[in-house]
Structure formats: C-alpha cells, structure tokens
C-alpha cells in the first residue's frame, strides 16, 4: 500500500518525505486555504519536492469550467492529479480529461456506487472518505471492501485512495480492506512511528547495555 501525506503545508512535506516512506501528496481546497498562498504557486512549490503523484482540486462545479481548471493544474506538473468531486458535472469532466490524457481523482466518494461510477468514467483514483462514512453511521471498513470486491470482480484499474483516515485504526482497517492508497494528515503520519512499549523497551536495551559497556567511560 502507498502512504500519501494529506497537507498542503510545506514544513510538513518535507519532514514526512525525509521519513522516505511516502509516495504523493493529496490537497483540497481546506487545506490549500489554510496555507493562504495561490493554488498554482503552492501546487508548484509542492511538486518541486517530491517525485510522487499530486492529487490538485478543482473548485468549480460546471464540468465545462472544471476541464478548463484540469488542463491548467495539469499543466503546472506531469505528476498533477486533477481532483474532481463525485458529481455528475465531475464525472463529465473526468471523462473530458481523460481523453486529453490527464488523470484524475474523483473525491467525496461515500458508497461503492459512486465508485463504480468514477471506475466507469476512468478515474485514476477514487477516494472514499473513511472517517466521514463513520461519523454518518456507516463502516468505512466495508466501503474499501465493497470497492476492491467490485473493481477485482470487473478488472478495473482505478486505484481506491483511502482518504478522510483520522485514527491508527482507519489506517489499519483501510489496509486490511485492500486500499491501494491511504492519504493521511501530517500528525496521524507521525503517531503510527510511536508505541509506549516501543520507548520502553528503548530505554531498558540501553540501560542494560551501559551497566556493561557504558559509553561514557569506554
Ligand atoms: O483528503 C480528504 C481529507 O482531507 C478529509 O478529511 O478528516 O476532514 O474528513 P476529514
């Protein structure tokens, strides 16, 4: 499974990429406004340091002005994924797009349906929203589930990018359910390296350790 880092935030980008174990980047217009810098200098500044794939949001909802938005992102960079909401207007834009040969990722995905749709269009990614089909009730587990089931049973290659992933638990369980991507925010990133029993058993190696060859006095 790939680990895509959810921020458009540079500081965070280059401590994750320095852990060597991510493979792209995903924004959204949140978290692109949080950073207060225009889109296209910041999508910029994001590509110039990794080499991974960049998923870029368009912000209309007409699909005419969305394949306008997509051609201009993905003119920015080669590993530019245009990010399309799961719409109607988005899924004629995706269509659009594809046939100008630029990828794309069809986001706010919460049934397999929806997935289905986006596989049909020849989305490059899909992303469900684990942790928002949770807080309506539903079980992001078995979305991811119901997703691979369909895109293996009828061959599709669409790859089902975990997105909206805020607990250990959702990384874990979106791996289990065979997402090809998790995209995860900096902090989540960072917790799944920590474990008390991890520290503890640090601390006790080296202090065995250094009762027999302590470093200060060898
Ligand atoms: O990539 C989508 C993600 O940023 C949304 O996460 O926690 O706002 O549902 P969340």
């Known amino acids: ?36 810098i225009a889109m296209c200098e910041q999508l910029r500044r994001i590509c110039e340091r990794t080499d991974g794939d960049v998923s870029a949001p368009v ?40 046939s100008d040969g630029i990828r794309t990722n069809v986001t706010l995905c919460f049934t397999a349906a929806q997935a289905l749709i986006a596989a049909k269009s020849g989305a490059y990614f899909v992303s469900p929203f684990f942790a928002r089909v949770e807080d309506a009730g539903g079980s992001g587990q078995q979305l991811i589930e119901d997703i691979a089931r369909i895109y293996s049973a009828h061959g599709f ?8 992933l805020r607990s250990r638990e959702h990384v874990e369980q979106a791996a289990k359910a065979g ?40």
């Open 1 to 36: 499974m790939k680990f895509f880092l959810d921020t458009a935030n540079l500081d965070e980008l280059d401590r994750a990429l320095a852990w060597g174990i991510i493979d792209g980047v995903t924004t959204n217009p949140t978290l692109i406004a949080k950073e207060g």
């Open 59 to 98: 912000i209309s909802s007409v699909s005419r002005d969305m394949v306008h938005e997509g051609r201009e992102l993905a003119s920015l960079h080669g590993n530019i994924v245009i990010k399309v909401p799961m719409t109607e207007e988005g899924i004629k834009a995706v269509s659009a797009l594809r």
């Open 179 to 218: 997402a090809h991507i998790a995209t995860l925010p900096f902090k989540l990133m960072e917790s799944l390296f920590r474990h008390p029993l991890t520290a503890q058993g640090i601390e006790q190696f080296a202090s065995d350790y250094s009762k027999v060859f302590d470093p200060v006095k060898a």
């Open 157 to 164: 290659a669409t790859q089902i990018l975990a997105a909206s």
